[in-house]
């Protein structure tokens, strides 16, 4: 069904935003190059490629968290992979894929501990999830403040994990998140319908035989499996903006989730590589911390410019409608004080029609001029033929709603919505109007 | 805070002596105790609210923008104003309040746009603010009180150590001048680096310079050995104050806001329809939560104090379901954790348990060979220590703890075995299939039932007088009779069923 749909609107919109994105991001090289003097050394290149593989993955797992409403357990389950991080270097020593590994089982474990506490006592998930962060976080600082205290431990970088340091980042590692996140993507790709089931409708998926509860436990260990691979990246407190920003950014351009999920892999491999570049620019700016900044830069600039729901096109779309609203009651006043004075075309007081309205009045003064509907000439405001036409329609049309409400069951009338300032006929049948215009006439001679 | 200090300092020496009152101070653990038990009250106490509101995360987010708030009024001070940078200056505790009141507005602001759920409306503020306040942090502040460490733990373990000396008898200061007979004057070669000559060359010249010339305040002076008395002086934490002043303030703003409190927690709109200002009350509650957060940075950190908002009202949550009683619960519950995290930062838990013995126990367990002494963060411990006795009241509340809970669920569960058993005997009792349906031996088929599981409801009800057995058969006896009658009528709604018997 979906191959034969044409591509629409939206669709373009979403490819465009991404190719977009890919040009600034091939400008950026160049630009910090000529700008800063920025020399892609290998270290950069390595880093900047590291973030934006790792930005990539919890940008599309991040979504999920997003669409479900679970922004804030990110944020727990980020915090909680710090006692891991310290009991693994106390075992393993370190070696990253054991840090990660440790990560990942304390962060696990703390999803089910908020799990337990939902299902045994009446805390509410917010307090839970404080619960959580707070006491496994400084599980962790304790952890690490005694593996300090031991003298002669090479704890040298597991404070990386905090604040995250992206210039730690060496190739091994980028090989290991990308080996990951391979397999990361791979089960979102397999379990595609289910998790999009479950993020939606979840009881609808139950009653069609879905196990929700296997497939929530899976999509929620994806989702710790990529904080615990961003980790490195962000560190353990900034980890929530970059899984939710991209996902939140993305969710202003596009209605469809498969659209959503790779625009918002697209926001964080970019956020990830121009967060790394960036930072690279002056040593005493930290990866992480920059990485965030620019994602929420993102994510200003799609609540205010993605079209239809961003902030600038509503607030837009919202003053036209008042100066159309304005234009449209201001003449319907300039034409009741005509008639109430003469003829539809006599001479209406500026300070009267300023009087009556408020603020819209003189809105809908300029907007009657602009459309030269009314002229202000001596003796006040006039309306001009094609206002006075617009004026009579206009009220020919109220005339018509008022008689349909009354009338609507005594002449059979279809059923619809009344809509005043709509055209009547553009809701009801033709005869259906006639019939309505028969009325008027009939109540005129009477 | 001076005065202040000096006026508790008087009130307390009325009960104490000032060497035992200085005493005190300078342990360590008593100061850090203290401090962390102050702030642990006043979080508990402005955390109930915020728990029975919905509003437990507030705190993370404030929290995190206190740091920006910190770090901002911080830079301000110290590169605008050219003003000495302490971070606990009243200016900077009033801007990081107003952050955090901001931060509040700011996620507020997100929300209502319509375009980002609430959660991810906070979770998209406060990493941010966050960030920002450490790339503020690491690019322009090089001040040891604001380093990424104090950020994470804050200083409680040294809060003892920073003091304002107060002197009560013998208070002389001594300006020590080149005259005076104590001052100490060196010569100091004052071309030899120019010149690039040692100071025994003969062309070098020098001054005379006093090296310890200045103003002494009792204190400097009594230890430098420059008066014959030695002055009454106590030395006062200077945290502890500033603490001290916050959870007043909160103690008086529950007691005295008492009742709006809770009318605007537990039902808004009444409080908006008696007139009350359900905002008004909201927006009080997150100054006082940002001043706290404000005055706990320098002790425990920027996230760790969340765990006093947020885990000792959810422990006494737990315990009662009275809000007066939970007020007096959650900061019993904070200050018991600090009191009691000291110990386990220092290797003890409450104070009996040593940590180094659990070490050695994984080591000899797992072989693995971890340094057994163990010496760790002070305010991390504290919350450690909240935390588990939040798990204890979990597992031990008397009537949501887990084995309460299993205890009544079990409970329940066998009361109603018994009576539809009763109740099945007495179905059966004198009916032409009783032989059949009464026998002792299959009595378990029509429950479907395992046999072990009958046989011990059985032996149960025997136990209980309840039943009979005659020829195999389960007979009810009077006291059963009575109670299969009371099951009918309660559970059954006895008054709508023809009586079959």
């Not at chain 2, 340094?371 to 798990?391: G, K, P």
């Amino acid at each position: 069904m979906k191959a034969t749909r044409a591509p629409s609107h939206e669709d373009r919109r979403v490819w465009l935003v991404i190719g977009g994105i890919a040009l600034i991001s091939l400008l950026l090289i160049p630009l910090s190059q000529a700008l800063f003097g920025l020399r892609f050394t290998y270290t950069v290149r390595v880093v900047a490629l590291g973030g934006a593989i790792l930005g990539f993955i919890s940008g599309a797992l991040g979504c999920f968290a997003v669409l479900r409403g679970e922004s804030l357990l990110g944020d727990a389950l980020s915090h909680a992979a710090l006692p891991g991080v310290a009991i693994a270097f106390l075992l393993a020593g370190r070696e990253l894929s054991a840090l990660l590994i440790g990560a990942g089982i304390a962060s696990w474990l703390s999803l089910r501990f908020v799990a337990a506490l939902l299902a045994t006592t009446r805390i509410k998930r917010d307090t839970a999830l404080g619960i959580v962060l707070a006491s496994f976080f400084a599980a962790g600082i304790a952890l690490l403040a005694y593996i300090q205290s031991i003298p002669d431990a090479s704890q040298a970088g597991l404070d990386h994990f905090i604040f995250g340091q992206a210039a730690a980042i060496i190739e091994s590692d980028v090989r290991l998140a990308s080996g990951a996140g391979l397999v990361v993507l791979c089960m979102l790709a397999l379990f595609w319908k289910e998790f999009k089931l479950v993020t939606f409708d979840a009881e609808f998926a139950g009653a069609n035989g879905f196990r929700t509860g296997l497939i929530n436990t899976l999509l929620s260990t994806l989702i710790v499996v990529t904080i615990v691979l961003g980790l490195q990246l962000a560190g353990v407190i900034l980890m929530v903006g970059m899984l939710i920003a991209p996902g939140i950014a993305a969710r202003q351009w596009t209605n469809k989730l498969e659209q959503m999920v790779i625009l918002a892999a697209v926001f964080g491999a970019f956020t990830g590589g121009a967060g790394a570049v960036i930072s690279a620019l002056d040593s005493d700016i930290p990866t992480g911390p920059m990485i965030i900044v620019v994602a929420f830069i993102l994510v200003l600039l799609s609540l205010a410019l993605a079209p239809g729901r961003g902030i600038l096109w509503r607030q837009l779309r919202m003053r036209a409608n008042r100066r159309v609203f304005a234009a449209l009651n201001t003449r319907r006043d300039l034409y009741r004080y005509a008639l109430a004075h003469g003829a539809a075309d006599s001479p209406v007081p500026d300070d009267f029609i300023r009087g009556v309205g408020d603020r819209s009045a003189e809105l809908g003064l300029r907007q009657l001029q602009a459309e030269s509907q009314a002229t202000l000439g001596e003796a006040g405001w006039q309306l001009s033929e094609s206002g006075i036409e617009l004026a009579r329609r206009d009220r020919r049309n109220q005339r018509l709603w008022a008689l349909y409400r009354r009338y609507a069951h005594e002449l059979s009338l279809p059923s619809v919505t009344e809509d005043r300032e709509a055209e009547i006929a553009s809701l009801l049948p033709a005869d259906a109007v006639a019939k309505l215009e028969a009325k008027l006439a009939e109540r005129a001679d009477a | 805070m001076m005065p202040l200090e000096r006026l508790l300092i008087e009130f307390l020496l009325n009960f104490v002596a000032r060497d035992e009152l200085n005493a005190f101070l300078r342990s360590p653990q008593n100061t850090a105790t203290l401090i962390g038990g102050l702030i642990a009250i006043s979080g508990a106490l402005l955390g109930s609210f915020l728990l029975l509101r919905g509003m437990s995360l507030a705190s993370d987010a404030i929290s995190h923008t206190v740091l920006l708030g910190i770090v901002v009024a911080f830079l301000l001070m110290t590169r605008v104003f050219g003003l000495e940078g302490d971070t606990s200056s009243p200016w900077l505790i009033a801007g990081a309040s107003l952050a955090g009141v901001g931060t509040v507005l700011l996620t507020e602001l997100l929300y209502r746009s319509g375009l980002v759920r609430q959660d991810a409306a906070l979770g998209l503020a406060f990493p941010l603010l966050f960030a920002i306040a450490v790339i503020l942090v690491s690019r322009f502040v090089d001040d040891v009180h604001l380093d990424e460490d104090a950020v994470l733990v804050g200083e409680i373990g040294l809060a003892w150590a920073n003091t304002n000396s107060h002197c009560f008898e013998n208070c002389e200061s001594v300006t020590v001048d080149e005259d005076h007979p104590a001052a100490r004057m060196t010569r100091l070669c004052v071309n030899c680096r120019e010149l690039g000559i040692s100071p025994r060359d003969e062309s070098a010249e020098f001054v005379e310079v006093c090296g310890n010339c200045g103003d002494y305040s009792p204190a400097r002076a009594w230890s430098a050995g420059l008066l014959e008395l030695e002055p009454a002086l106590v030395f006062f934490p200077k945290s502890i104050a500033a603490t001290l002043v916050m959870t007043l303030l909160t103690l008086a703003f529950v007691l005295l806001f008492y009742k709006e409190l809770k009318l605007t927690t537990f039902d808004g709109a009444l409080a908006q329809a008696l007139g009350f200002r359900p905002a008004v009350m909201n927006y009080c509650l997150m100054a006082l939560v940002s001043l706290v957060a404000v005055g706990a940075f320098d002790a425990v950190g920027s996230i760790l104090v969340i765990a006093f908002f947020i885990i000792p009202p959810a422990a006494a949550y737990l315990l009662t379901d009275r809000l007066a009683l939970m007020l007096l619960l959650s900061p019993l519950v904070g200050a018991a954790g600090a009191f009691f995290g000291y110990d386990l930062a220092r290797g003890q838990v409450f104070g009996i348990l040593p940590v180094a013995d659990g070490i050695g126990l994984i080591n000899r367990a797992f072989g693995l060979a971890l340094v057994e002494a163990w010496d760790s963060s002070i305010s991390a411990s504290m919350v450690l220590m909240i935390f588990m006795l939040f798990l204890l009241a979990w597992v031990f509340s008397p009537r949501y703890g887990l084995i309460s809970t299993a205890l009544r669920r079990v409970n329940s569960r066998r009361r109603f075995a018994d009576q539809v058993v009763l109740a099945h005997i007495r179905n059966h009792q004198g009916s032409p299939q009783a032989a059949s349906e009464l026998r002792i031996a299959t009595l378990h088929v029509h429950f479907r039932w395992t046999p072990r599981r009958m046989g011990r409801v059985l032996a149960r009800l025997r136990a209980l007088g309840l039943i009979r057995i005659v020829n195999g058969g389960a007979v009810l006896t009077e006291r059963g009779e009575a109670r299969a009658q009371a099951f009918r009528r309660t559970m059954l709604g006895a008054n709508n069923l023809p009586d079959v018997s």
